[in-house]
């Protein structure tokens, strides 16, 4: 063992020296003693010992990694295979091996790297462990192993420690879309001072994502009731493109008319770059926001509608509604009945029949959406219940929390958006008492560290209606629409 282990070391060491003596003997002409050589031999091939190989437990292995000029003669004993004019240095030799045993040494720790972080849970491929160039990825996969550990720790409801994680990953790698993105939606709850120019940041760098960021801008945007930006967020997206033309002119009315600043519309209504369709309903809102309120609904029937723009037709039955020509606003409903989008449909005509305080109507409309015989249709109570925000019916309110314990889980998302609206219509409604009910039927965990229910933070906020926007999460676009909606119902702006 001890000799085995002597090579083993001399393998290390043998070569160089060996190299470095036969190469100054080269280089000096071969003149003197060979420094291999027994100085008592002949010198000849097959007739000198070696030195070289004298204390070597197993000659064997210094010919295979020193010298492969070492052979035995006839009776079995070592010798050097040349003369003097034969011996040479075998660095070539050397570097191979000295490159392979590296080689080797790389490989297996690099390996050893690999499989350790796969074990950790690191999404990293080989490649970007052996190959150089690659290495700059790591950052990344770093960074999208801390999204994935915020994704697991956000759905187990630990809020605070997955936005931690996500700072990290956006630390690691600030260029990548989806984590910056994520971070953004994050801030928008814990530090919403930072959230728009986060927003703008991505925006800039990010131009071929320029809608998806917008939409998800919008819906923060929404979610803190800044309807200022809201305005001037759909007036950029219509000045870009036709992209999600209906959504973003219903985005920019709204604001308009719940704010009561007109400065947006009046701005790009002669923008040639808002395509001529969406022109022609901002064109009809100021000249609406200019008559009289009694000439209003004439105004409305009269003007041409768009054919090819269906949200012209829902503009013009949501001001009849909101000007009181409910029977107009119906008239028109029916008309375009086929060229609506059916969930548009069932909305306006819930807000004519409240509008017009016709019940009977109203509560047949809502006996049909939430019919026993074809199911509890988590879409029929969601819609109902953003209608509730707005324009309360105890006996509608009812049936919704009745509803609420059916709703069938094989679509979570539809089921929370249904239980939001509802928890939100119990609210406005007045019954209190049921709100820890409805919060049981989330499919979605709450923050495992809360010390407040939402019930806590709405009576601390004397249950104001704007307080909704901080407690219910996740919130649908059209529920956030219906509270804000309420908000303006509340403290109605300047001239509807």
């Known amino acids: 063992m001890k000799g085995w282990f002597a090579d083993f070391v001399r393998t290390f060491l043998a070569p160089w020296y060996w190299n470095a003596r036969k190469t100054v003997f080269v280089l000096r002409?071969?003149?003197?003693?060979?420094?291999?050589?027994?100085?008592?031999?002949?010198?000849?091939?097959?007739?000198?010992?070696?030195?070289?190989?004298?204390f070597w437990k197993s000659p064997e292995r210094f010919s295979q990694r020193v010298c492969p000029l070492l052979v035995r003669n006839p009776d079995g004993e070592w010798q050097c295979g040349v003369g003097p004019e034969g011996v040479r240095p075998y660095w070539v030799r050397q570097g191979a091996i000295l490159g392979g045993t590296v080689a080797v040494a790389l490989l297996l720790a690099a390996l050893g790297v690999w499989g350790t972080m796969r074990v950790v849970g690191f999404n990293v491929?080989?490649?970007?462990?052996?190959?150089?160039?690659?290495?700059?990825?790591?950052?990344?996969?770093?960074?999208?192993?801390?999204?994935?550990?915020?994704?697991?720790?956000?759905?187990?409801?630990?809020?605070?420690?997955?936005?931690?994680?996500?700072?990290?990953?956006?630390?690691?790698?600030p260029g990548d879309y989806e984590i910056a993105l994520t971070l953004a939606e994050f801030y928008q709850v814990g530090r919403p001072a930072a959230v728009d120019p986060f927003f703008e940041?991505?925006?800039?760098?990010?131009?071929?994502r320029r809608n998806e960021t917008a939409l998800v801008w919008f819906r923060s945007l929404l979610l803190r009731g800044r309807l200022d930006g809201v305005g001037l967020m759909a007036a950029r997206q219509l000045a870009g493109g036709p992209e999600n033309a209906a959504a973003w002119t219903h985005a920019l009315l709204f604001a308009v008319r719940l704010t009561g600043e007109t400065g947006v519309l009046k701005e790009i209504a002669g923008d040639e770059k808002i395509p001529a369709r969406v022109r022609r309903v901002l064109e009809l809102e100021l000249r609406l926001r200019q008559a009289n309120r009694a000439d209003a609904p004439r105004l409305l029937q009269l003007e041409?509608?768009?054919?090819?723009?269906?949200?012209?037709?829902?503009h013009r039955i949501e001001r009849l509604i909101e000007?009181?020509?409910?029977?107009?606003?119906?008239?028109?409903?029916e008309q375009g009945r086929g060229m609506m989008a059916g969930r548009d449909v069932v909305r306006l005509a819930l807000a004519a029949h409240a509008v017009g305080r016709n019940r009977l109507a109203l509560l047949g409309e809502a006996e049909v959406?939430?019919?026993?015989?074809?199911?509890?249709?988590?879409?029929?109570?969601?819609?109902?219940?953003?209608?509730?925000?707005?324009?309360?019916?105890?006996?509608?309110?009812?049936?919704?929390?009745?509803?609420?314990?059916?709703?069938?889980?094989?679509?979570p998302a539809l089921r929370n958006e249904?239980?939001?609206?509802?928890?939100?219509?119990?609210?406005?409604?007045?019954?209190?008492?049921?709100?820890?009910?409805?919060?049981?039927?989330?499919?979605?965990?709450?923050?495992?560290?809360?010390?407040?229910?939402?019930?806590?933070?709405?009576?601390?906020?004397?249950?104001?209606?704007?307080?909704?926007?901080?407690?219910?999460?996740?919130?649908?676009?059209?529920?956030?629409?219906?509270?804000?909606?309420?908000?303006f119902a509340e403290k109605p702006a300047a001239k509807k």
């Open 29 to 54: 002409g071969r003149k003197g003693q060979c420094p291999c050589h027994n100085e008592s031999d002949s010198g000849r091939p097959g007739e000198t010992r070696c030195e070289a190989v004298v």
């Open 125 to 173: 491929s080989p490649r970007q462990i052996m190959w150089p160039p690659a290495w700059s990825e790591l950052d990344g996969v770093r960074a999208r192993f801390f999204l994935e550990q915020a994704r697991e720790l956000l759905a187990e409801g630990k809020f605070r420690e997955a936005a931690n994680s996500l700072t990290v990953a956006y630390e690691m790698n």
């Open 201 to 208: 940041h991505l925006m800039r760098n990010h131009p071929e």
């Open 304 to 314: 041409p509608i768009d054919a090819d723009f269906p949200y012209a037709r829902v």
């Open 323 to 333: 000007f009181g020509a409910t029977n107009e606003a119906l008239a028109l409903l």
């Open 369 to 411: 959406l939430l019919a026993r015989d074809k199911g509890t249709s988590a879409s029929a109570v969601a819609l109902l219940a953003q209608h509730l925000v707005v324009y309360p019916n105890e006996a509608i309110l009812a049936r919704c929390l009745a509803a609420v314990g059916e709703l069938p889980a094989d679509s």
């Open 418 to 487: 249904a239980v939001a609206a509802v928890y939100a219509a119990a609210v406005v409604g007045g019954k209190r008492a049921e709100l820890p009910a409805i919060r049981r039927h989330y499919l979605v965990p709450a923050e495992a560290s809360a010390i407040f229910t939402p019930e806590d933070v709405l009576a601390r906020n004397d249950w104001a209606t704007f307080s909704l926007l901080k407690v219910i999460r996740p919130m649908s676009a059209d529920l956030n629409y219906a509270i804000l909606e309420r908000l």
